[in-house]
């Protein structure tokens, strides 16, 4: 590539992160839970973009396939750092600390406060299924595709994502869907 | 959506809005490239460096920026190549390759440069994000990829054992070594699968925690994952009409075994299968003391208790479980070898399809004769193949 074909890549690149980039950022902080490692995340996984921007330009759905790095480097960072986590059985009230009510929703804050903090503390896989479905509203076979697990053990991780959150909320019975 | 649904959505929705501002993120994802490749940069000088001073060393890069040293091994045995997290098992006289790809390089392993940058035997890491899955992972004739930590494993070799043994190889760090040398067709809870071994972990391991599972559901009721102990992996599929569980030692094991599961026509079976399937109580194919040896125009051959030659009349010479097909379904047959013309090579195992399912077909010279054998399952037509003499 001539000088000026790079210069039009990197142009690109900044071009698609300025505009993406925000949506990036939001999802990276429902998987993580915090400012710092959404930026840790997104950086490393458009870093590692970067090299073969030319390519993944091209692909036919740039947004999904970015979102998909997001998405490993969040998995990846969490096995880097080995944590061990269980589902959450119950909600410690403390995990719930600096949460504020946000855009209406009919939500009180408190519960709130509860629902985010009880999603946080499920395992990465389960969480990770939850938000792809719930915030990022995919069907079960996109995120069986981001994620490059069945579509299976997407349901069956959603599902059991689902129960655990309506138990940690106090709430049983059979799913409405 | 249920209300919860919707309450969920709401809130991790709201929550989004604290994420951090963007800017600066261009700039930012630029300087680590920048370090990265400094760093890369830095391991091929050692890399060149040791090859100069100590030829017999063998360094296993794999690629990327987290490669790490392998042991040099003896000749002839295996050696375990590492990847950031990710570890595999290839023959000890494989050797990495750089391939370039329009400019675009990767380290693959293989037995020389041209088999693995054509990618006609080979195994390589691919960085998880950016792998392209087509299917989900397993073994889909004698190609295929699993998962292991950080990374997409693919491999693909001349024969269905290899490739199934280099991937089920595929771990994290904190995985066990998997021995994939052995495999055993299982038949049980009205499914076939195949499975390593002593699930690739030796006689001596404890394989309580392991299982395979058919759970009736409906496909939208997916039953709970099973993975009852943190040192497991589950796998979850839909199948026929019935939900297949698989708990097993390593992510890649959990999907190989995943991708061989078969449900057998007509069975309504469900339940588990946990432990070693190599007790005797599930049924394995494989040449057993089950298994009765026939000799026919001199040629000697192993196959499995049901089968029995068949009465083929102007149809030829035809083994088979099934005393009414006669050249359909699963068989072994004799084909004069100077008349011969198949489309694979000898032992190769090739995929086919017969009345919606999927047939395995392989053949080996023997005397004046080609040996040709189909089966539902390409392990028994591996086994059968191999007792040809």
Request: with cysteine; charged share 25%.
């Amino acid at each position: 590539m001539d000088e000026l074909g790079a210069r039009q890549a990197l142009s690109s690149f900044d071009d698609w992160v300025a505009a993406r980039g925000p949506a990036l950022l939001r999802l990276a902080y429902v998987l993580t839970g915090n400012a710092a490692d959404a930026e840790d995340v997104v950086q490393d996984a458009l870093s590692r973009a970067l090299p073969r921007w030319d390519r993944i330009a091209h692909a036919d759905d740039v947004d999904a396939y970015v979102r998909r790095m997001v998405v490993n480097a969040h998995t990846s960072w969490w096995r880097k750092f080995r944590r061990r986590e269980s589902p959450a059985a119950e909600v410690r009230p403390d995990g719930a600390d600096g949460v504020v009510a946000g855009p209406g929703e009919g939500l009180g804050s408190d519960e709130r406060a509860r629902l985010w903090a009880a999603c946080q503390a499920l395992p990465v896989d389960q969480r990770t299924a939850v938000v792809l479905r719930y915030y990022e509203q995919l069907d079960y076979d996109e995120i069986a595709a981001l994620t490059g697990v069945r579509e299976g053990t997407v349901r069956s991780r959603v599902s059991r994502g689902i129960a655990v959150l309506r138990e940690s909320m106090g709430e049983t019975g059979e799913r409405d869907e | 959506m249920s209300d919860f649904d919707e309450r969920l959505s709401a809130v991790l929705t709201a929550e989004a809005e604290h994420a951090p501002p963007v800017a600066g993120l261009a700039r930012e994802a630029r300087r680590r490239h920048v370090v990265r490749r400094r760093r890369r940069v830095a391991a091929g000088t050692v890399t060149a460096a040791l090859v100069v001073a100590a030829p017999v060393a063998l360094l296993a890069v794999g690629g990327g920026d987290d490669a790490d040293v392998a042991n040099d091994p003896p000749a002839g045995a295996w050696r375990t190549v590492t990847h950031g997290d990710a570890r595999a098992d290839i023959p000890g006289d494989w050797t990495d390759h750089t391939c370039d790809f329009d400019g675009f390089t990767a380290e693959v392993y293989g037995p020389d440069e041209k088999a693995a940058c054509q990618f006609e035997s080979y195994l390589a890491f691919y960085g998880s994000a950016t792998f392209d899955a087509r299917r989900p992972p397993g073994i889909f004739g004698k190609q295929g990829y699993v998962y292991a930590g950080d990374f997409a494993v693919s491999a693909a070799t001349e024969t269905v054992g290899l490739t199934r043994r280099l991937l089920a190889s595929a771990r994290s760090e904190s995985d066990p070594p998997i021995d994939g040398s052995e495999w055993q067709t299982v038949g049980a809870v009205g499914l076939r699968y195949d499975v390593p071994a002593f699930w690739g972990l030796g006689p001596d391991a404890d394989l309580s925690n392991y299982a395979v599972c058919a759970v009736t559901g409906d496909r939208d009721a997916p039953p709970t994952e099973r993975e009852d102990e943190p040192a497991t992996y589950g796998s979850t599929s839909f199948v026929a009409d019935r939900w297949i569980q698989v708990v097993a030692p390593t992510q890649a094991l959990a999907d190989l075994v995943t991708s061989t599961v078969r449900v057998e026509p007509r069975s309504d079976d469900v339940g588990c299968v946990s432990g070693s399937a190599s007790d005797g109580d599930e049924g394995t194919s494989g040449p057993t003391d089950d298994w009765q040896r026939f000799a026919v125009e001199g040629v000697r051959f192993d196959v499995p208790d049901p089968w029995r030659e068949l009465d083929c009349p102007g149809s030829g010479i035809y083994f088979g479980p099934d005393p009414n097909r006669c050249g359909r379904n699963d068989y072994l047959t004799f084909y004069a070898r100077a008349w011969f013309d198949p489309a694979m090579g000898p032992a190769e195992i090739v995929s086919g399809h017969e009345g919606g399912d999927t047939l395995w077909a392989g053949y080996v010279f023997a005397g004046d004769w080609a040996v040709y054998v189909r089966t539902y399952d390409p392990q028994l037509t591996q086994d059968i193949l191999a007792t040809v003499r």
